[in-house]
Every structure is written in C-alpha cells, then in structure tokens.
C-alpha cells in the first residue's frame, strides 16, 4: 500500500514557475484611491496573494505569481475595478504537475 503523503497548498504552489513580463502587469487596479469591499476582499481571497493592503488602507497588486484562475475577474471587473488581461504569449504562471 502506498503512503499517503500530505502536503500543504503552499508547497504545491511552490512547484509553478512564473515568467514575468517586465513592465507589463497583466492585471491593474483602476480605482485604488477609494477601494470598494470587492477589492478589499481579494486581499484575503485570491490564491496567490497578489493582492496587499498598505498602510495608508489601499489596495496593491503585484500580478507576478499570478494562477491566472480569474477569481478577480469575475468579483471586480464588472464594476470597472481591475484591468484583466491573459499575459502575452510566453508570460506568465507555467504549472508543474506532480
Ligand atoms: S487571477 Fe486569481 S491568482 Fe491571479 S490575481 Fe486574480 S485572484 Fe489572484
């Protein structure tokens, strides 16, 4: 019988790769002045933890690391709160199985 070997949603995260397009954030805030809830609640939602809050209560991005799983999408970019592009060819998360 195999062993069950546990590991957690960090390590696994870890095994990705990510190539960054310098300069080119595929992801942007469009309002970070007057953060709405949605905004706010990305920065305990999104899997990746791209999203911070600094100490002045804005909302920041880095988009690098991003999973591209569109949870942010779909949560702020009806309302006009983010920029959301797929990375260009080449760029961006490069999953690792196993
Ligand atoms: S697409 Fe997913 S992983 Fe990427 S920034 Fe949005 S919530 Fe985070």
Same mark, same amino acid.
């Given at each position: 019988? +195999?062993?069950?070997? +546990?590991?957690? #949603?960090?390590? +696994? $995260?870890?095994?990705?790769?990510?190539? @960054?397009?310098?300069?080119?954030?595929?992801?942007?805030? $469009?309002?970070?002045?007057?953060?709405?809830?949605?905004? @706010?609640?990305?920065?305990? @939602?999104?899997?990746? +933890?791209?999203?911070?809050?600094? =100490? %002045?209560?804005? #909302?920041?991005? #880095?988009? =690098?690391?991003?999973?591209?799983?569109?949870? &942010? %999408?779909?949560? &702020?970019?009806?309302? =006009?709160?983010?920029?959301?592009?797929?990375?260009?060819?080449?760029?961006? #998360?490069?999953?690792?199985?196993?």
């Amino acid at each position: 019988m +195999k062993p069950i070997v +546990k590991q957690r #949603v960090e390590d +696994k $995260l870890y095994q990705n790769r990510y190539l @960054v397009d310098s300069g080119r954030p595929h992801i942007k805030i $469009l309002n970070r002045l007057f953060p709405s809830s949605n905004l @706010v609640a990305l920065t305990q @939602v999104c899997p990746a +933890k791209c999203y911070q809050l600094n =100490d %002045r209560g804005q #909302v920041t991005i #880095v988009s =690098d690391g991003c999973l591209e799983c569109g949870t &942010c %999408r779909v949560l &702020c970019e009806p309302e =006009d709160e983010i920029s959301w592009n797929h990375p260009r060819g080449g760029f961006g #998360v490069l999953f690792k199985f196993g």
